[in-house]
């Protein structure tokens, strides 16, 4: 069915897959912003969804030399001063609680930088004079993941925070761009992995199990999975599966409607490595067994985005295969629309 080319392009309105496809792309744009050196103790981004999710891939990678938090509400930490950079990002820039919580860091002194597409944060930035990174427009927040971690690698080294060299960018983006061509819809089934893994996830719940250095890309196929899809997903991090939900595999419920998919990585810990592996073993007959994909990619860099990319691929090809366009997210437009009522 994933080779009926006819019926991709009928279903696949959008081109969720063509943004896919040249997502790579999205890391060699060019902002232009002013921003000078910060002197900050600590950093706070604050984003919803896909807006966030830049900030969850950037704790692997670049990763921070200071305190890291993720605002995902309306409220900022309480430490939140002067001495904080504050990243305020949203795609559409009309996200009621990234809004809420950067009118809090503006009370408290912070050192502000918005990153959107425009809207009310826009808006706000020009009329407090905050340094704005705009996003370029017209897509789903989740497939301008690339786009937006691009956006905070800037930042971030304009800002004299960057941990690792930039240009390490440009080599993933060309790595990425060689290793998407395998998933392409034009791949056939029988030689392209990510619709394989879509075959294994229809009519059932997805898990999907990550160590600390791929948890961000195993973040991003639960939301994929979610949003493309729209199919229930979940996702857990390796140790701390370990410690409680791997007894929960062991009994209930006896049928498991489940495809639990790990994300493995080999420049993870060590002991994390054994831990898939000996997780695999103990648990089996108990529950599906895991499909297994190992990241490819020398860097760990190379291995998120491989891994992200990946995800994606298969989250759209289960959308097509549960008959679904993979762009629309009419619920959720339902929902916001419900909430101002």
Known sequence: MLDDLKMIHE????????????????????????????????????????SALAAQVSLSWPGYDRPFEIVRGYDIPAYVSSKTLFISSSY????????????????????????????????????????LVQIPAGLQPR????????????????????????SELEAAAQFLKGKVQAWVPTVATKDNVAKQI??????????????????????????SFNENAKQVAWVNQIPEFNHNEFLGWTKQPVNKPYTVIDLRSSLEHP???????????????????????????DTLLGQLLWTIQLGDFVSLYTALLNGLNPTPVDLIEKFKKALNE
């Not at 879509?198 to 059932?204: L, Y």
């Not at 490595?273 to 108990?286: A, I, N």
């Open 271 to 297: 002991r994390v490595q054994k831990r898939f592996e000996v997780t695999e073993r103990l648990l089996s007959g108990m529950r599906p067994s895991p499909i297994v994909v190992e990241a490819e990619g």
């Open 143 to 166: 497939h301008a993941v690339l786009y937006m971690f691009k956006a905070t690698i800037d930042i971030l080294q304009k800002a004299g925070l960057l941990t690792k060299e930039a």
């Open 198 to 223: 879509a075959q294994e996830c229809i009519g059932k719940s997805v898990v999907v199990y990550g160590g600390p250095k791929l948890y961000p890309a195993a973040y991003k196929w639960k939301i």
């Open 11 to 50: 279903r696949d309105a959008q081109d969720a897959l063509g943004i896919a496809e040249k997502s790579w792309e999205q890391l060699g744009h060019q902002y232009d912003f002013e921003l000078a050196p910060v002197t900050a103790e600590n950093i706070v981004f604050a984003g919803m969804g896909g």
């Open 92 to 131: 559409s820039g009309n996200t009621e609680e990234t809004i809420s919580a950067l009118e809090q860091a503006g009370e408290q002194g912070a050192q502000i930088v918005v990153m959107c597409s425009g809207g009310r944060l826009a808006e706000i930035a020009g009329e407090k004079g905050y340094p």
